[in-house]
Protein backbone atom coordinates (compact mmCIF):
# COMPACT_ATOMS: atom_id res chain seq x y z
CA UNK A 1 0.00 0.00 0.00
CA UNK A 2 2.59 2.31 0.73
CA UNK A 3 4.60 1.63 -2.46
CA UNK A 4 1.23 2.31 -4.43
CA UNK A 5 0.50 6.00 -2.36
CA UNK A 6 4.65 6.72 -2.89
CA UNK A 7 3.47 5.92 -6.85
CA UNK A 8 0.79 8.44 -7.02
CA UNK A 9 2.26 10.99 -5.35
CA UNK A 10 5.33 10.88 -7.66
CA UNK A 11 3.04 10.73 -10.69
CA UNK A 12 0.67 13.58 -9.73
CA UNK A 13 3.99 15.54 -8.49
CA UNK A 14 5.41 15.32 -12.08
CA UNK A 15 2.39 16.94 -13.12
CA UNK A 16 2.49 20.17 -11.14
CA UNK A 17 6.38 20.47 -11.10
CA UNK A 18 7.35 19.75 -7.95
CA UNK A 19 10.51 18.19 -7.20
CA UNK A 20 12.19 17.25 -3.67
CA UNK A 21 15.43 18.07 -3.99
CA UNK A 22 14.17 21.95 -3.55
CA UNK A 23 13.11 20.35 -0.29
CA UNK A 24 9.45 22.57 -0.46
CA UNK A 25 5.98 20.59 -0.23
CA UNK A 26 3.43 20.96 -2.77
CA UNK A 27 1.31 23.47 -1.13
CA UNK A 28 3.96 25.82 -1.67
CA UNK A 29 4.41 25.14 -5.39
CA UNK A 30 2.86 27.36 -7.72
CA UNK A 31 2.40 25.48 -11.47
CA UNK A 32 -0.99 23.88 -11.20
CA UNK A 33 -1.76 19.92 -12.74
CA UNK A 34 -2.75 20.12 -16.08
CA UNK A 35 -4.56 17.11 -15.46
CA UNK A 36 -6.36 16.05 -12.22
CA UNK A 37 -7.91 12.60 -13.32
CA UNK A 38 -5.45 10.23 -11.97
CA UNK A 39 -4.59 12.05 -9.11
CA UNK A 40 -6.02 10.20 -6.28
CA UNK A 41 -9.21 12.07 -5.41
CA UNK A 42 -9.73 13.98 -7.64
CA UNK A 43 -12.77 14.96 -7.08
CA UNK A 44 -11.87 16.71 -3.80
CA UNK A 45 -10.36 20.04 -2.85
CA UNK A 46 -7.32 21.46 -5.03
CA UNK A 47 -4.69 19.55 -6.58
CA UNK A 48 -2.13 20.75 -4.44
CA UNK A 49 -4.76 20.24 -1.71
CA UNK A 50 -4.36 16.96 -2.62
CA UNK A 51 -0.65 16.48 -3.13
CA UNK A 52 -0.25 17.69 0.57
CA UNK A 53 -1.82 15.43 2.06
CA UNK A 54 -1.03 12.79 -0.21
CA UNK A 55 2.92 13.54 0.58
CA UNK A 56 1.89 13.70 4.35
CA UNK A 57 0.77 10.27 4.11
CA UNK A 58 3.27 8.69 2.46
CA UNK A 59 5.71 11.02 5.24
CA UNK A 60 3.72 9.17 8.43
CA UNK A 61 4.44 5.62 6.60
CA UNK A 62 7.95 6.27 5.86
CA UNK A 63 8.47 7.46 9.56
CA UNK A 64 6.75 4.80 10.97
CA UNK A 65 9.13 2.60 8.68
CA UNK A 66 12.13 4.37 10.40
CA UNK A 67 11.23 4.43 13.81
CA UNK A 68 10.51 0.68 13.36
CA UNK A 69 13.97 0.35 12.06
CA UNK A 70 15.38 2.44 15.09
CA UNK A 71 13.95 0.52 17.70
CA UNK A 72 15.38 -2.56 16.18
CA UNK A 73 18.68 -0.75 15.83
CA UNK A 74 18.20 0.61 19.25
CA UNK A 75 17.56 -3.03 20.56
CA UNK A 76 20.87 -4.38 18.99
CA UNK A 77 22.78 -1.34 20.66
CA UNK A 78 21.40 -2.75 23.53
CA UNK A 79 22.12 -6.05 23.36
CA UNK A 80 25.87 -5.18 22.63
CA UNK A 81 25.91 -2.98 25.28
CA UNK A 82 25.10 -5.76 27.82
CA UNK A 83 27.65 -7.99 26.09
CA UNK A 84 30.23 -6.22 26.49
CA UNK A 85 29.30 -5.00 30.36
CA UNK A 86 29.05 -8.82 30.55
CA UNK A 87 32.90 -9.11 29.12
CA UNK A 88 34.12 -6.69 31.59
CA UNK A 89 32.73 -8.62 34.50
CA UNK A 90 34.21 -11.60 33.59
CA UNK A 91 37.47 -10.18 32.74
CA UNK A 92 38.22 -8.08 36.40
CA UNK A 93 39.15 -11.18 37.78
CA UNK A 94 41.64 -11.78 35.59
CA UNK A 95 42.91 -8.11 35.73
CA UNK A 96 43.02 -8.43 39.16
CA UNK A 97 45.27 -11.54 38.77
CA UNK A 98 47.59 -9.49 36.82
CA UNK A 99 48.17 -6.68 39.06
CA UNK A 100 48.67 -8.74 41.35
CA UNK A 101 51.55 -11.00 39.31
CA UNK A 102 52.74 -7.62 38.54
CA UNK A 103 53.06 -6.96 42.39
CA UNK A 104 54.54 -9.82 42.77
CA UNK A 105 57.11 -9.29 39.87
CA UNK A 106 57.96 -5.99 41.06
CA UNK A 107 58.26 -7.88 44.40
CA UNK A 108 61.17 -10.44 43.09
CA UNK A 109 63.21 -7.86 41.27
CA UNK A 110 63.18 -5.47 44.51
CA UNK A 111 64.44 -8.12 45.81
CA UNK A 112 67.08 -9.72 43.42
CA UNK A 113 68.44 -5.89 42.76
CA UNK A 114 68.71 -5.81 46.91
CA UNK A 115 70.60 -9.29 46.95
CA UNK A 116 72.73 -8.12 44.18
CA UNK A 117 73.68 -5.05 46.87
CA UNK A 118 74.54 -7.10 49.89
CA UNK A 119 76.54 -9.18 47.38
CA UNK A 120 78.38 -6.38 46.45
CA UNK A 121 78.79 -4.71 49.88
CA UNK A 122 79.63 -8.20 51.42
CA UNK A 123 82.94 -8.48 48.85
CA UNK A 124 84.01 -4.98 49.81
CA UNK A 125 83.99 -5.54 53.44
CA UNK A 126 86.10 -8.90 53.14
CA UNK A 127 88.34 -7.45 50.48
CA UNK A 128 88.92 -4.15 53.04
CA UNK A 129 89.09 -7.09 56.16
CA UNK A 130 92.08 -8.94 54.26
CA UNK A 131 93.63 -5.70 53.59
CA UNK A 132 93.77 -4.40 56.77
CA UNK A 133 95.03 -8.13 58.09
CA UNK A 134 97.93 -8.40 55.35
CA UNK A 135 101.17 -7.66 57.70
CA UNK A 136 103.52 -6.24 54.98
CA UNK A 137 100.96 -3.06 55.24
CA UNK A 138 102.05 -2.45 58.98
CA UNK A 139 105.74 -2.75 57.66
CA UNK A 140 105.50 0.27 55.19
CA UNK A 141 106.76 3.99 56.58
CA UNK A 142 102.81 5.17 56.38
CA UNK A 143 101.63 1.96 57.02
CA UNK A 144 99.49 3.39 59.86
CA UNK A 145 98.04 5.91 57.69
CA UNK A 146 97.12 3.49 55.07
CA UNK A 147 95.50 0.96 58.16
CA UNK A 148 93.72 3.93 59.39
CA UNK A 149 92.20 5.31 56.26
CA UNK A 150 91.26 1.53 55.33
CA UNK A 151 89.92 1.26 58.80
CA UNK A 152 87.52 4.30 57.84
CA UNK A 153 86.39 2.72 54.73
CA UNK A 154 85.63 -0.60 56.39
CA UNK A 155 83.42 1.45 59.10
CA UNK A 156 81.94 3.51 55.94
CA UNK A 157 81.31 -0.72 54.13
CA UNK A 158 79.92 -1.75 57.50
CA UNK A 159 77.14 0.59 57.53
CA UNK A 160 76.23 0.19 53.97
CA UNK A 161 76.05 -3.42 54.06
CA UNK A 162 73.28 -2.94 56.97
CA UNK A 163 71.67 -0.75 55.04
CA UNK A 164 71.96 -3.32 52.07
CA UNK A 165 70.64 -5.65 54.23
CA UNK A 166 67.70 -3.56 55.62
CA UNK A 167 66.70 -3.30 51.97
CA UNK A 168 66.79 -6.57 51.47
CA UNK A 169 64.70 -7.57 54.71
CA UNK A 170 61.62 -4.44 53.09
CA UNK A 171 61.78 -6.24 50.00
CA UNK A 172 61.62 -9.87 51.43
CA UNK A 173 58.64 -8.82 53.12
CA UNK A 174 57.18 -6.93 50.50
CA UNK A 175 57.48 -10.04 48.55
CA UNK A 176 55.74 -12.04 51.21
CA UNK A 177 53.44 -10.04 51.41
CA UNK A 178 51.94 -9.94 47.47
CA UNK A 179 52.26 -13.45 47.31
Known amino acids: MARQMIARAASCAGRVAWRASDR???AQSTSRPTDNSTCPGSDNGSPRRRLTKLVASVRVLLVAGFTSGISRVAAAEEVASRRVRERKA???PQDDRRR???ARRTAERAVAEAEQCVGERERRVADLR???EDPAMYLAPDGAARAHRLGAELEEAR???EAAFAAWEA???MLEGSG
Do not use: C, P, Y
Open 24 to 26: RTA
Open 90 to 92: TRR
Open 100 to 102: RHS
Open 130 to 132: ARL
Open 159 to 161: IEL
Open 171 to 173: ATR
